[in-house]
């Protein structure tokens, strides 16, 4: 587990914008200069001037799956974990999409010792899309390390859920051994 902040924003930024299911409304080219700037400083450690570029897209575009990830990564990057968790679980629920800012949810639920819920975050964001696998699964065993029976009844209930998914079983059967 990373613990360090900058590591965290690194892990998290080299990866790309999260993938969401739902892509909505395409952002302007005044927007997507925003969205950059925002990124540029909080990637400088800038975090307050990075909240000011973020505010009128907050307004204008709440909801949108890269606003909200810049949102979350800027909270992240601001160790404020227990932040991350309430904006990446209000804008999952409210756009239904178990993918976005699922990796940087799971993150931050293992540095507030929470693997359990960060084993449930990787699970349904792997159940929704198998092109998660590879942190999904890196994830779960990081949680099983701490709470083996438990994470692997997670697996099993999800096999249950989508008995088609053999990645999930492979998984399971990973786990067990």
Not at 80 to 101: I, M, Q, Y
């Amino acid at each position: 587990m990373v613990r360090n902040a900058a590591s965290a924003v690194t892990l998290l930024t080299d990866r790309g914008p999260a993938p969401a299911r739902q892509p909505g409304r395409q952002l302007t080219a005044e927007e997507n200069a925003r969205l950059a700037a925002a990124r540029r400083q909080r990637m400088s450690g800038r975090f307050r001037e990075a909240e000011d570029a973020l505010a009128p897209l907050v307004r204008a575009a709440p909801h949108h799956p890269e606003v909200v990830t810049e949102r979350v990564r800027l909270r992240l990057a601001q160790n404020d974990d227990a932040g991350v968790v309430r904006l990446a679980r209000e804008k999952r629920t409210a756009l239904r999409d178990s993918v976005l800012v699922a990796r940087e949810l799971a993150f931050a639920l293992e540095r507030l010792r929470r693997s359990p819920e960060a084993a449930d975050v990787a699970l349904a964001a792997w159940v929704a899309s198998s092109d998660v696998a590879g942190w999904a699964r890196a994830t779960l065993l990081r949680a099983a390390a701490t709470d083996p029976r438990g994470v692997r009844e997670r697996v099993r209930r999800a096999i249950r859920v989508r008995p088609d998914r053999t990645d999930l079983a492979l998984a399971a059967a990973l786990l067990d051994a």
